[in-house]
């Protein structure tokens, strides 16, 4: 499939036929992979760097010196069909050695190399949102395939909504069906299921064109969504126990907090302290013992693996309904009428973890909210009892770009909140800070000290650091084995898996050790391959090679390799009340062509099996591409 260009007066024929045409780069592409089986590992694009063109006899002839060189495939228009799916072809597949081999997949001749480029996963099927469903009625219960069909409602914009529910009605409701007679029930049930797990993802039912929910078989109808949703949620009869293991500066705060819920009156508290001296405990305690008198109690957090961690954790963003965009002064989207604000009116504790890492507007924001819902403009949160916690020694709010004065501006301590904290005098001192006022309105859990040298610098101890010889391939192996001992004799233990990793302050360092880590795994490896494209971008001025090069923050890499047992870190809030949010992890245990079958290992719901499938992504405007 060549491009020709010839002169109208030349016949078209004569240019057609000229001798030599039948060879071109390309044909000779494909008989240097059949004699060279070092050419077999290169791209046709980087040819160039280890092969010379040789334009007099046509041929690749290998270079006697490594010289970096940049090759480029002519550009193709998707409207031009056929030419534009070989050329995605040939940036993606080495090694061919034949236009047939480019269209043998699995070995499978298909009849055209769009279907070729379909079948490897490079361009989106039409169909996929179908496919996706058809794997997973193969080798999923019908609950979760309801839970993998309201996630594609939600997340993967399908355009044929009510053809997906008919073609696969029947798997999604087999377990119904089994003890139900009656068809019509059978359907409620799947839609009231299907209408509150979309509950869980911040979505309406009725938002999608499907069949409606007869509220005689609903027997939530009456109470908001999201008041029915904090009181479903399931309680761990050990958690209510907790109160009894509080050591004596959690027990304290454990007390202030609960008196203040149990006089109505509210208050604002923070408890403060370093990870690991058990924030987390401390609010566990709360929610269980507020749950257990039939109370609402509302937990969230700044981020999802925090919220995840707290029984019914929400994100804060999610739940108080906060703009993305806030301005001083600014309030939450929800209404008075709404079922977020009669949550929050009926709430007796309203917890945020990991406070301080967010944009003190966002409090501000939900103090403003809930003075104006409650009626009592001159108490801080409208007289609710508001505990915020975190810790100021970690990160803090992320200001893109922002200089060491706008991260502090941004953050909590320069809030109008933290004077009211100071001022009312809240909470009682239990461990002195460095910062005198910090005693009138913190709650300290925990603490420590470290030794440091004369300069007043914390020494690493030698028997957690590993020596560094300069070979930087070696030194990347040593740390590799220091941190993941006997892989290949432990890759079944998800304890081993996600108890140790290694971090790495470059992206693109991660997805060098990434690879690295990979190809030590046994088994075969699965390759995913993203669908790039620029939504603004008519005229394909930005070539999907160019795009698949770039890998913006919350974006996976194009090529995505993984084998069976590989642990893998989620990148979206999916669904956070069942533990899919945005760092969660997971260990890899089977591969369909359009999902991932995992298994979450970490926090409270580790051990569940669940359906990943595509998702569109979108980077932030922050990433200042011009597409």
């Known amino acids: 499939m060549h491009m020709v260009a010839f002169h109208k007066r030349d016949k078209v024929e004569k240019i057609v036929n000229r001798p030599g045409v039948e060879e071109s780069m390309l044909t000779a592409y494909f008989d240097a992979n059949r004699h060279d089986e070092e050419a077999r590992k290169i791209l046709y694009r980087d040819f160039p760097e280890y092969f010379t063109w040789q334009s007099d006899g046509k041929f690749w002839q290998k ?18 069909g056929e030419r534009y799916f070989l050329r995605v072809l040939l940036n993606n597949v080495a090694g061919a050695t034949s236009y047939e081999h480019l269209r043998t997949v699995y070995g499978v001749l298909l009849p055209s190399f769009r279907e070729a480029a379909e079948r490897r996963g490079l361009i989106e099927e039409d169909n996929t949102l179908d496919e996706c469903l058809t794997e997973a009625t193969l080798f999923e219960m019908p609950s979760s395939l309801r839970r993998l069909f309201a996630t594609i409602l939600v997340f993967c914009e399908p355009h044929d909504v009510m053809g997906l529910w008919t073609k696969h009605y029947d798997a999604m409701s087999e377990d119904y069906s089994r003890n139900n007679p009656s068809s019509d029930l059978v359907q409620q049930m799947v839609l009231i299921d299907i209408r509150n797990m979309l509950q869980s993802m911040g979505k309406d039912i009725r938002s999608f064109p499907l069949p409606d929910i007869d509220h005689s078989y609903d027997d939530a109808s009456h109470i908001p969504c999201e008041i029915f949703e904090e009181a479903s949620v399931q309680q761990n009869p050990q958690d209510v126990l907790l109160c009894d293991s509080l050591n004596a500066e959690q027990k304290s705060a454990y007390n202030e907090i609960m008196a203040a819920v149990y006089s109505k009156q509210g208050g604002l508290f923070f408890v403060d302290g370093p990870g690991g001296t058990g924030k987390t405990f401390l609010y566990r305690a709360l ?32 739940r108080f309904k906060i703009p993305l965009t806030l301005q001083e002064g600014g309030c939450c989207s929800f209404t008075k009428q709404s079922g977020t604000a009669k949550l929050l009116q ?49 990160v803090l709010p992320v200001v893109r770009k922002g200089s060491r004065a706008q991260i502090v501006g941004a953050s909590l301590r ?29 709650l300290c859990i925990g603490g420590g000290t470290e030794e440091v040298n004369g300069d007043d610098n914390v020494r690493i101890p030698d028997e957690i650091c590993i020596p560094y010889s300069g070979d930087a391939e070696k030194d990347l192996h040593s740390l590799i084995d220091s941190i993941f001992p006997n892989l290949n004799a432990n890759m079944a233990d998800k304890d081993y898996i996600t108890t140790r990793a290694i971090l790495s302050t470059r992206n693109d360092w991660v997805d060098m050790i990434n690879m690295k880590m990979i190809d030590m795994f046994q088994g075969g490896e699965t390759v995913y391959h993203s669908f790039d494209t620029a939504v603004d971008d008519p005229h394909n001025y930005y070539p999907s090679e160019f795009l698949n090069s770039l890998t913006p923050n919350g974006l996976p890499p194009h090529v ?33 062509r359009n999902t991932i079958d995992a298994e979450i290992v970490v926090g409270q719901h580790a051990g569940k099996r669940v359906f990943l499938p595509r998702i569109p ?9 011009p597409f």
């Not at 270079?63 to 031009?80: L, M, T, Y």
């Not at 642990?567 to 260990?587: E, M, S």
Request: proline share 4%; with cysteine.
């Open 560 to 592: 995505l390799k993984l084998k069976l047992g590989c642990p893998v870190i989620l990148l979206r809030n999916i669904d956070l009340a069942n533990g899919l949010c945005n760092g969660t992890r997971l260990v890899v245990r089977g591969f369909r």
């Open 346 to 394: 009926q709430a007796g504790l309203i917890i945020w973890d990991e406070a301080s890492m967010t944009k003190r507007q966002n409090l501000e924001a939900l103090d403003n909210s809930l003075r104006d819902i409650m009626g009592r403009s001159h108490l801080p949160f409208g007289g609710k009892t508001v505990v915020l916690g975190g810790d100021f020694r970690q």
């Open 414 to 442: 320069r809030s109008y909140l933290w004077e009211s904290m100071r001022h009312l005098k809240l909470v009682r001192n239990m461990r002195a800070q460095s910062d005198p006022w910090f005693a009138d309105y913190l």
């Open 617 to 625: 992504l979108c980077p932030s405007d922050d990433e200042m591409l």
């Open 63 to 80: 270079r006697k010196n490594s010289v970096f060189q940049i090759g480029r495939v002519i550009s193709a228009h998707p409207a031009e």
């Open 287 to 318: 929610l269980a013992k507020l749950r257990s008198q039939d109370k609402l109690a509302v937990a969230t957090a700044t981020s999802g693996v925090a919220a995840s961690i707290m029984p019914g954790g929400r994100m804060a963003h999610s």
